[in-house]
Antibody, heavy 117, light 112 residues
Framework: QVQLVQSGAEVKKPGASVKVSCKAS????????LHWVRQAPGQGLEWMGW????????LYAQKFQGRVTMTRDTSVSTAYMEVSTLTSDDTAVYYC??????????WGQGTLVTVSS | QSALTQPPSASGSPGQSVTMSCTGT?????????VAWYQHHPGKAPKLVIY???RRPSGVPNRFSGSKSGNTASLTVSGLQAEDEADYYC????????????FGGGTKLTVL
């Protein structure tokens, strides 16, 4: 079965960077786009971007361009999402999710990133 | 691009039906068939319950149904059950004016 397992919770100081991983199993990693979605406390879902694991091509939401980098390592079927220059507004649960014939049908368990001085 | 507009709350008693709306524009919901709905229980990962406006993934009860008229999509939950209480998010993707995925602000469904 399709599984997306994310890395554990992180606590970072303002101005630092954080890198979250998403390890895929149960399907061909390079066959499906992986998206990143976040949810800040008390807020709704916010789409951040996607990566094509086959080509490495990415598409970022305009809000995150220049501050978010999505990469992948096909040898370990893992996608990564790095956010730089963190502020308290980046405190959120970050999810990876797979799209295919159905949109975002499979989700990781979420990674809480807390930005605090 | 702006987020899709959803009412913040909806409610119904067990066994009743509730319909939640999601309003977009001609550049997203209005001219695009790729509308999806997600159910999100706090502390858990979101779950896809409707895609391509009306289609249900396998395993989703047929109590969940979707529709669209003009720039507004709707999700109806029939025969409400306690476990249906959750946040529901609409989403649009692939539209002419949509870069990537667009989410609504979410509707909190309360089962009274």
């Amino acid at each position: 079965q399709v599984q997306l397992v994310q890395s554990g919770a992180e606590v970072k100081k303002p101005g630092a960077s954080v890198k979250v991983s998403c390890k895929a199993s149960g399907y061909t990693f390079t066959g499906y786009y992986l998206h990143w979605v976040r949810q800040a406390p008390g807020q709704g879902l916010e789409w951040m971007g996607w990566i094509n694991p086959n080509s490495g091509v990415t598409l970022y939401a305009q809000k995150f361009q220049g501050r978010v980098t999505m990469t992948r390592d096909t040898s370990v079927s893992t996608a990564y999402m790095e956010v730089s220059t963190l502020t308290s507004d980046d405190t959120a649960v970050y999810y990876c999710a797979r799209s295919g014939l159905q949109p975002l049908a499979h989700w990781g368990q979420g990674t809480l990133v807390t930005v605090s001085s | 691009q702006s987020a899709l507009t959803q009412p913040p709350s909806a409610s119904g008693s067990p066994g009743q039906s509730v319909t939640m709306s999601c309003t977009g524009t001609n550049g997203d919901i209005g001219d695009d068939v790729h509308v999806a709905w997600y159910q999100h229980h706090p502390g858990k990962a979101p779950k896809l319950v409707i895609y391509e406006v009306t289609r249900r993934p396998s395993g989703v009860p047929n109590r969940f149904s979707g529709s669209k008229s003009g720039n507004t999509a709707s999700l109806t939950v029939s025969g409400l059950q306690a476990e249906d209480e959750a946040d529901y998010y609409c989403s649009s993707y692939g539209g002419v004016n949509t870069v990537g995925v667009l989410f609504g602000g979410g509707t909190k469904l309360t089962v009274l």
